[in-house]
């Protein structure tokens, strides 16, 4: 038997929009697949660097085109310009509109959604009725990311826009199967692309440090390994998933990042625990999920955690390292 490659995408093309950016996922997935022997297009707005970057990448026969996602005239000129087949598609998209929600511009609410969840559409589905109408079956990758799935101070507009992409994508996956195609969404954790850089650290590089540290008060883990990721590492997993070692994954969502930190929800003065089971009782997690958590405290007890009885899957995916840290203790009263 055989094994399958990982890493070498020679014969195959791949289109990458969202690429016009030098500290961007989407140029450094574009420069990691021609690195992997694949031939390269990459596209972005007119007002970037894509057309000079297309010359810098690795190898011979890419291309760099100009378009707009937000207008599906414009992506359908560019996908109709692909000579023969396009093996992978990676969209990169994106704008960043960072604020309070309660002083948020709908206007940038509306650009966000019309940047990252109408793009992604528009260029997802040209793409893949190319592939269909092709038929040899491909590989789509939307780049979401991790704020889609875990909520984030100042970061409404993009956080449910990304949101909405891997709906998305998790609804494309079912019906592009049957024709060969598998679909995910990235979801990166903090990277230290240019929109990371100049947006939310204001173009200082050591406000990252914030990030990797993480804040209580912002409700934000810190990252364990100790940096935030560099494009490239995101990049490689997308290579991955054009290769053929990625051909059977398709479930939707891929995470890039260290475990969630367990939601916390505030209890009426008074309320006793809901469940008391010891960490001894549960049962091996079949699947990790975070569970809410409820801080119990009353005039007669100490604070302390427990699980709410509301959810019962807390036995079957609660860790149980963590279940024994978790598990209430008996009150003493005074």
Not at 27 to 49: E, F, K, P, Q
Not at 116 to 136: I, K, L, P, S, Y
Request: with cysteine.
């Amino acid at each position: 038997m055989n094994a399958l490659t990982t890493g070498d995408l020679e014969g195959r093309t791949a289109l990458f929009v969202g690429a016009g950016s030098t500290g961007g996922i989407g140029l450094a997935t574009a420069t990691a697949m021609a690195a992997a022997g694949a031939r390269v297009a990459i596209a972005d707005m007119a007002s970037t660097n894509v057309m000079s970057l297309g010359a810098e990448l690795p190898g011979e026969g890419h291309t760099a085109h100009t378009v707009d996602v937000t207008d599906r005239p414009s992506v359908d000129r560019l996908v109709a310009g692909a000579q023969g087949a396009i093996h992978a598609l990676v969209n990169a998209a994106a704008i960043l509109r960072t604020g309070a929600f309660l002083d948020a511009d709908f206007d940038d609410w509306t650009q966000s959604f019309s940047v990252n969840t109408d793009g992604a559409f528009h260029v997802a589905q040209a793409v893949a009725r190319h592939m269909v109408a092709e038929g040899q079956g491909g590989r789509i990758v939307l780049i979401a990311s991790n704020a889609a799935r875990i909520p984030r101070l100042n970061n409404a507009a993009y956080s449910s826009s990304k949101a909405a992409v891997i709906q998305l994508v998790r609804c494309m996956t079912l019906e592009l199967g049957a024709h060969g195609i598998t679909v995910n969404a990235l979801c990166p954790s903090s990277t230290a692309t240019t929109m990371l850089v100049d947006v939310q650290a204001k173009v200082d590089p050591s406000r990252l440090d914030g990030i990797v540290k993480g804040s209580i008060e912002q409700w934000r883990t810190g990252i364990s390994l100790g940096r935030v990721a560099e494009p490239a590492d995101q990049a490689a997993m997308c290579v991955f998933l054009a290769s053929d070692g990625g051909r059977f994954v398709s479930p939707g969502a891929l995470r890039r990042r260290c475990p969630d930190l367990l939601l916390l929800t505030r209890v009426r003065p008074g309320a006793s625990p809901r469940s008391t089971r010891s960490a001894s009782a549960t049962r091996r997690p079949r699947a990790f999920r975070a569970s809410p958590i409820r801080a119990c405290s009353s005039a007669s007890s100490p604070a302390r955690w427990s699980i709410p009885r509301s959810s019962r899957r807390w036995r079957s995916t609660v860790p149980p390292l963590w279940a024994s840290t978790l598990a209430p203790r008996p009150a003493t009263r005074q």
